[in-house]
C-alpha cells in the first residue's frame, strides 16, 4: 500500500513539474515573441537630415534654400538650427511647429 502510494505522489509530482516546464516554456517564448515584434516593428526616431530634409529639399528648398539670389522670402529650411531660430520647426512639438501648420493650412499663402 505505501509503495502504491509512492508511486501515486510521485506521478503527481512528476505531472506538476511537467506542468511547471510547459508554463516556463510558454513564459520564454512569449517573451521571446514580444521582444522580436518590439525589435521588428519599432519605428525607428525621426531624424531631420534622414527624414526631414529630402522632403524639404524636394518641396521646399528652391525658394527656402540655401541659395540667397532665388529665396523668396528670408527664412531657410536647408539648415536645421537657422530653422529651429527662426521658429519654423519645433523639434519633438510638430503641433507648435509654424512649417507643420503652414503645411496643414488650406490658406494658400
Known amino acids: 500500500m505505501q509503495q502504491l502510494l509512492s508511486s501515486a505522489a510521485a506521478a503527481i509530482i512528476l505531472k506538476q513539474s511537467r506542468l511547471i516546464l510547459r508554463q516556463r516554456h510558454l513564459v520564454c517564448l512569449a517573451v521571446s515573441v514580444a521582444l522580436v515584434s518590439t525589435t521588428c516593428w519599432a519605428q525607428p526616431a525621426v531624424e531631420f ?22 529665396r523668396e522670402a528670408d527664412l531657410r529650411l536647408d539648415d536645421r ?14 503641433d507648435d511647429s509654424e512649417l507643420v501648420a503652414r503645411l496643414w493650412s488650406d490658406d494658400e499663402d
Open 49 to 70: 537630415n534622414r527624414d526631414i530634409r529630402p522632403i524639404l529639399f524636394d518641396n521646399c528648398f528652391s525658394c527656402h534654400g540655401p541659395d540667397a539670389n532665388s
Open 81 to 94: 538650427q537657422w530653422a529651429i531660430d527662426a521658429g519654423a520647426i519645433t523639434p519633438g512639438k510638430p
